[in-house]
C-alpha cells in the first residue's frame, strides 16, 4: 500500500513540474529545476527521517515522507524527455497550427512520456518498498500491531542468533518483492524498448 499510494501522490507532481520546465523554459525552468535539485541534493533516506522527525510515526506520516523525497527524480526524468519532444516536428506543427499550450503538453509531448513514466514506475516500487521497511525497521513507519515487515525484522533481530527465522523470513520478503518489482520494471523497459 505504501508503495502504490506514495507513486500516486509522487509521480502526478513530479510529471507536471517536469512538463512545464522542459517545455516553456526560461525562468519557469529556473525555478522548478533549482528546486528540484535542492532536493536531489539530499540523500533520499535522510530526507524521509528528517520529515519524519518532525511527524509522530504512523504509516501515513511515512508514505508523506518518502512522498517528498520521490517527486523530484520524476520531474527529473519528464524534464529530460520534454526538452528532447518539444523539438519534434509534429510538437512544432501543433504550435504552427495555433494549439493551445495544455493541448500540446497533454496532448502531443506526455504521450511520448508515458513508456519511460510507465518503467520508472514499476522500478521504483520496488525501491520504496525498501525504504518504507527501512523506515518501519527504525520505528519510523508503521506502527504495532499494524503488520509490516521492517517492524518484522526489528522485532525478530531480539531473537537472534536463536530464533533467526523470525528475522530472516520478513527480509526474504522484502528481498522478493524488490527483486518481483524490478524484474518487472526491468521486462517492461525491455517490451516498451525505452532508455530510463
Not at 525491455?190 to 532508455?195: G, M
Request: aromatic share 10%; charged share 10%; with cysteine.
Amino acid at each position: 500500500m505504501l508503495g502504490i499510494v506514495v507513486l500516486l501522490l509522487a509521480v502526478p507532481v513530479g510529471v507536471l513540474l517536469g512538463l512545464l520546465a522542459g517545455y516553456f523554459g526560461g525562468r519557469t525552468e529556473a525555478i522548478i529545476m533549482r528546486i528540484t535539485d535542492v532536493f536531489l541534493s539530499v540523500p533520499p533516506l535522510v530526507l524521509a527521517l528528517a520529515v519524519l522527525g518532525f511527524l509522530p510515526p504512523s504509516l501515513f506520516n511515512a508514505m508523506i515522507a518518502v512522498t517528498v523525497m520521490w517527486w523530484p527524480w520524476y520531474t527529473r526524468l519528464v524534464y529530460n524527455l520534454t526538452r528532447s519532444v518539444r523539438t519534434e516536428g509534429f510538437v512544432i506543427a501543433a504550435e504552427v497550427i495555433g494549439a493551445p499550450k495544455w493541448h500540446i503538453l497533454f496532448r502531443e509531448v506526455l504521450p511520448n512520456c508515458t513508456p519511460s513514466i510507465l518503467t520508472k514506475m514499476t522500478l521504483d516500487m520496488g525501491f520504496v518498498i525498501l525504504v518504507g521497511s527501512s523506515l518501519s525497521f527504525l520505528g519510523l513507519g508503521v506502527q504495532p500491531p499494524t503488520p509490516d515487515l521492517g517492524s518484522m525484522v526489528a522485532e525478530g533481530a531480539k531473537y537472534l542468533p536463536d530464533q533467526w527465522w523470525i528475522s530472516v523470513f520478513p527480509g526474504l520478503a522484502v528481498l522478493i518483492c524488490v527483486l518481483g518489482f524490478n524484474l518487472l520494471g526491468d521486462g517492461l523497459r525491455d517490451l516498451l524498448d525505452v532508455e530510463v
